[in-house]
């Protein structure tokens, strides 16, 4: 039993019923629940942490296995924005550190967990500038010379926004301001913080405010660009995107026979799909980690199997971008990889 009269148990089963509450879109009863919580003593802080975001990444995860629609999904969380700001209208301590800069990268929208973040450096006494979702770059440069902050701390959710967040850091350093790089978008340890330079990492919100109340490390200073990036097959890749997509939706339907029974939505669901596989393999390719594509890959089969859709399908789309791309030996190497994730265990495999 902690000092609050509430044990672990109790804070969990307050989640359950915080998560009932925001998949019901109830905003005024998941405020009153956490605004609850607050009056008996559970700190700001662990409601921010251990109610709220569980809550929202089981969210996440009743969308992928399509029990969850997403309209439902975006209504819990408008809900728990609605319920961070609740608590953190309540706790406004006064600043006694220094300032952070609060931002996700450009083309960033799952606002969040770096919302959440920004809050957590509040509550322990930092002077922060939240600057929501998907900011550009040239404009966070220009706020960080009106404000001169002593740190940025930079969020990213999906790999896909890594290229941008790169060239985000490496202009917030060039003007003095050292970087935090937090998401997991960066890699579960952070791998990709480190290689396109960041000066910090941290995985989790309070392991942030701790990482900058010790000051920032130094990571070892990286090459100005990544080596790999010399054989331009990321450049080209992003390049060809279109006209990639276009082919292989077009050779798709012939190598796929169940497509030709496909509506319109589902072709537009297809197409979406093959988009988002070139996306990621391009920031495979950018990072030179297989590891980010395989990821997708084995996750996206799962989301598509839940909605009745076979391995098979995301494993002939993937042939079809392997055959394409014949100049392209580290994008076909990790193509390679990825049909072998996305293939069913049962069933032969020839490459």
């Known amino acids: 039993m902690s000092a609050t009269g509430l044990s672990p148990g109790d804070l969990r089963t307050a989640g359950e019923h915080y998560l009932e509450r925001i998949g019901r879109a109830d905003e005024f009863g998941a405020v009153d629940l ?47 924005e609605r319920a961070v700001a609740a608590i953190t209208a309540r706790i406004r301590p006064e600043p006694t550190l220094g300032r952070v800069t609060v931002a996700c990268t450009d083309g960033e929208y799952h606002a969040l967990p770096t919302r959440l973040l920004a809050e957590v450096l509040r509550l322990r006494g930092w002077r922060v500038d939240f600057l929501g979702a998907s900011v550009p770059g040239p404009h ?62 941290a995985p989790t919100a309070d392991a942030a405010a701790d990482v900058l109340a010790g000051g920032l490390p130094d990571f070892p200073a990286p090459p100005h660009a990544p080596a790999h990036l010399a054989d331009e097959e990321y450049t080209h890749l992003t390049r060809r995107r279109g006209e990639l997509l276009t082919g292989a939706m077009s050779a798709l339907a012939g190598a796929y026979p169940p497509m030709a029974a496909y509506s319109a939505h589902q072709l537009d669901s297809t197409a979406e799909d093959l988009g988002h596989i070139l996306d990621f393999l391009a920031a495979a390719l950018y990072v030179d980690d297989a590891a980010v594509f395989t990821g997708f890959i084995t996750w996206t089969g799962g989301v598509l199997r839940a909605r009745g859709v076979p391995a098979r399908a995301i494993e002939v789309g993937l042939r079809i971008f392997h055959d394409e791309l014949r100049d392209f030996p580290r994008a076909r190497r990790m193509l390679v990889q990825g049909i072998e994730a996305a293939h069913d265990p049962g069933a032969d495999l020839e490459i």
């Open 140 to 201: 966070l440069i220009t706020h960080l010379h009106q404000t001169g902050p002593d740190a940025v701390a930079l969020g990213c959710a999906l790999p896909t926004r890594l290229p941008r967040a790169h060239a985000t850091l490496t202009a917030c350093q060039a003007v003095g301001v050292p970087v935090l790089a937090g998401g997991s978008g960066f890699g579960a340890d952070g791998r990709s913080a480190r290689l396109l330079g960041a000066d910090g990492w």
């Open 34 to 80: 956490v605004l609850g919580l607050l009056g008996e003593g559970v700190p700001a802080e662990s409601l921010l942490l251990e109610l709220i975001a569980p809550a929202q990444r089981r969210v996440g995860e009743l969308w992928a296995a399509n029990r969850w629609s997403v309209a439902r999904e975006h209504g819990a969380t408008a809900v728990s």
